[in-house]
């Protein structure tokens, strides 16, 4: 039966008993070539066969991933035991994701092998920060192999994290080493740096199955945040909710499971045949999932080709393998054997990251491994070879902001890559995986500096909200060239050219900033700058004031418009073109109204005969008026009578009634 199961059934009635605070939880993976007693290691530890599977059992060799525990006292150490076959170097990956401690297990009697240099590699990519060497089966050597055997492992490890790790000699045939191995990984296991407390749940799920009575049970390590008991969580990327029912780590029911532990989550709301390897168990409406990313890659020196652009690969992720195309974002398109460099990855499902997040990628077949490297920006978009030069540029000083863990800059970077449109509080966790009082305060951080500004949902970077407001500030100017004489562009029409595709907080924002900056003035409806002054000269004022006497004198029987701003420059310094504009302004005003081209009336008029035509109607049975009765009352010809019956038709003062009109 399973380790995390044993106590399934007492779930209900055992309260959680394990109070030791002061436990160190860590993940210790076992690494090597077959048949170099890595299961046998684990059982001589911990008395657990880790090959669980009937196959394993009768072929004797480890295909999936296994696991153990151990109650070292102070340390709690749960063990994931590995294939060492090149066949399930798959399997191998779904369990060396969330490891802190890495046993690389060598056979004295054999040296470093294919896998042992694979493995080796693979954890190094990973940059699994901690390890031991184990040397076993030394009840077959003698004392000379064995030194040889440390050579031969000391050059592997050279220059790398291994480097300094202890070497520990055992068979687990005879016991001997075994004990002091025990206090090696306690000892170990002391100097590996806690998980970060930053980051919302995530437990890539390792394996799936049903528990009789209880139903779904998903298993893995929990690589970070928390999970507790009766919680509603997600299972990415199937985005499908489920609920905590209950919770195992080291074999015991616990209210809590905390980042590093081997973890089994008993869930409701879901069938069991619908979970699979791979899927991410996470908080739930926080992360989503992503099939393109971008992300900064190492090519081994062993590699036996470059990494090109267009190369389909095998990308290992938490527990998933996902096939994916390679986009190499440099000139050449491609990345030589040794060398570092930008990639962006193409996936053909969808998988869940978040930044940091460590990957190897696998060539498609043969299937070897060729890279590894960390996810940078999981939501990244399609790159233009022209914009190489600006993303390499982003994504370097994305990596300086994670490597001095300044959150303010990686969120600014965000918002800056988003651009205009700016990203809301959900995107953003989405992207960085932050718990969210670590990203409010990276935000404020940003909105302090006044690196980001808030509009309402949205937070937009400094520089392309710079860009929105100067983009505003020349329409409203390229306005007022067009329409000297106009007030100001109209708020509807404004927001149509610039913000179509914004929310109208943005709009407003923008506007408000402008305005404090004291660059516009928005008024009603209309916006206008700051500067657009319309107040006229003393010497327009007059011209001003001609124009206003000749309309006021004509009353009904009005000159043309061209007519009468020939006349009122008569004798003034002003020409024809000038007056227009003036005229204009009047016209602006509301004081004239428009009836045709040519003909211009004073509002004052124009109401006056409304009142009498209003006061004829009111005196006759049927409200109509023909044609000579409105000449006769308005005191005008035809020439005027029919434009401004027209017009009054228009306002909706009468309606056509056959020749005659209806006054409404
Ligand atoms: N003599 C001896 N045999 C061992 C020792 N450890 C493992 N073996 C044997 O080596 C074979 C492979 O061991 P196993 O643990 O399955 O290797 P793995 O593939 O690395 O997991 C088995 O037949 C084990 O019994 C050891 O310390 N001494
Ligand atoms: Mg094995």
């Not at 994701?97 to 080796?120: K, N, S, Y």
């Not at 600006?390 to 965000?414: C, G, H, P, W």
Request: contains cysteine.
């Amino acid at each position: 039966m399973d380790f995390l199961f044993l106590p399934l059934n007492l779930i209900l009635d055992l309260p959680n008993l394990d109070f030791r605070l002061w436990t160190l939880d860590v993940i210790v993976g076992t690494a090597g070539h077959i048949d170099h007693g890595k299961t046998a290691l684990i059982k001589a530890l911990t008395g657990v066969d880790a090959d669980r599977l009937p196959e394993e059992r009768q072929r004797g060799i480890t295909i999936d991933i296994g696991f153990a525990e151990l109650d070292l006292g102070d340390v709690r150490i749960g063990f994931v035991d590995v294939p060492g076959h090149e066949k399930f170097v798959k399997n191998m990956l779904a369990g060396a994701h969330g490891i802190d401690l890495v046993a690389l297990v060598v056979a004295a009697d054999e040296g470093v092998m294919p896998q042992t240099r694979e493995h080796f590699e693979i954890c190094r990519l990973l940059e699994i920060k901690t390890g031991i060497i184990v040397l076993t089966k030394i009840d077959l050597i003698d004392e000379e192999l064995l030194e040889l055997v440390k050579l031969d492992v000391s050059e592997l490890v050279e220059n790398s994290f291994l480097e300094n790790a202890p070497v520990i000699a055992v068979s687990a045939k005879t016991g001997e080493g075994i004990e002091q191995l025990k206090s090696i990984l306690s000892e170990t296991a002391q100097k590996i740096p806690s998980r970060k407390n930053e980051i919302v749940a995530r437990l890539p799920i390792d394996r799936s199955f049903s528990v009789k009575g209880f139903g779904a049970v998903s298993t893995g390590t929990l690589v970070a945040g928390e999970i507790n008991e009766t919680q509603e969580l997600e299972i990415l990327p199937l985005q499908k909710k489920v609920r905590v029912r209950a919770l195992q780590t080291y074999g015991k029911p616990v209210k809590t499971a905390h980042a590093g532990q081997r973890t089994a989550v008993n869930l409701g709301g879901i069938e069991h045949a619908v979970i699979e390897r791979g899927m991410v168990l996470c908080e739930a409406n926080i992360l989503r999932p992503t099939q393109i990313f971008d992300a900064e890659i190492e090519v081994l020196k062993a590699a036996k080709r470059a990494l090109k652009s267009r190369q389909r690969v095998r990308l290992h992720i938490g527990t998933i393998e996902a096939l994916a195309r390679v986009q190499v974002l440099n000139e050449k398109s491609e990345i030589a054997p040794g060398e570092k460099d930008f990639v962006q990855l193409r996936l053909e499902i969808p998988v869940v990251t978040i930044p940091s997040e460590r990957f190897i990628l696998r060539s498609y077949s043969p299937q070897i491994t060729i890279a590894g490297g960390r996810v940078l920006d999981a939501f990244a978009v399609k790159h233009r070879r022209k914009d190489i030069e600006n993303v390499r540029k982003y994504l370097k000083d994305f990596i300086e902001a994670q490597n001095a863990n300044d959150k303010a800059k990686q969120s600014k970077l965000f918002l800056e890559n988003a651009g205009k449109y700016g990203l809301t509080f959900s995107d953003l966790q989405a992207r960085t995986g932050w718990r969210s009082e670590i990203l409010r305060m990276a935000i404020a951080e940003n909105i302090e500096k006044k690196a980001a500004i808030k509009a309402e949902n949205f937070y937009i970077a400094r520089s392309p909200f710079e860009n929105l407001k100067w983009k505003t500030l020349a329409e409203i100017e390229n306005f007022h060239r067009k329409e000297p004489l106009a007030r100001g562009i109209l708020r509807e029409t404004l927001r149509e050219k610039i913000f179509s595709h914004f929310s109208l907080e943005i709009f407003k924002m923008t506007l408000s900033f402008l305005e404090k900056e004291g660059k516009i003035a928005a008024e009603k409806d209309v916006v206008r700058l700051a500067s657009h002054n319309l107040e006229l000269s003393a010497e327009e004022k007059i011209l001003r004031e001609r124009i206003e006497k000749i309309y006021k004198t004509a009353k009904l029987e009005v000159p043309t418009l061209e007519n009468a701003l020939i006349e009122a420059v008569q004798n003034t310094k002003f020409n024809k073109e000038q007056a227009r504009k003036i005229f204009q302004l009047f016209l602006n005003s509301g004081e004239i109204v428009k009836v045709t081209e040519d003909f211009y009336f004073r509002k004052e008029s124009v109401n006056n005969l409304t009142e009498s035509v209003k006061e004829f109607a009111s005196k006759t049975s049927d409200r109509l008026i023909d044609v000579a009765s409105f000449k006769e009352i308005a005191g005008i010809s035809r020439k005027y009578a029919i434009p401004l019956l027209e017009y009054f038709d228009r306002e909706r003062i009468t309606r056509r009634a056959g020749d005659k009109r209806l006054v409404l």
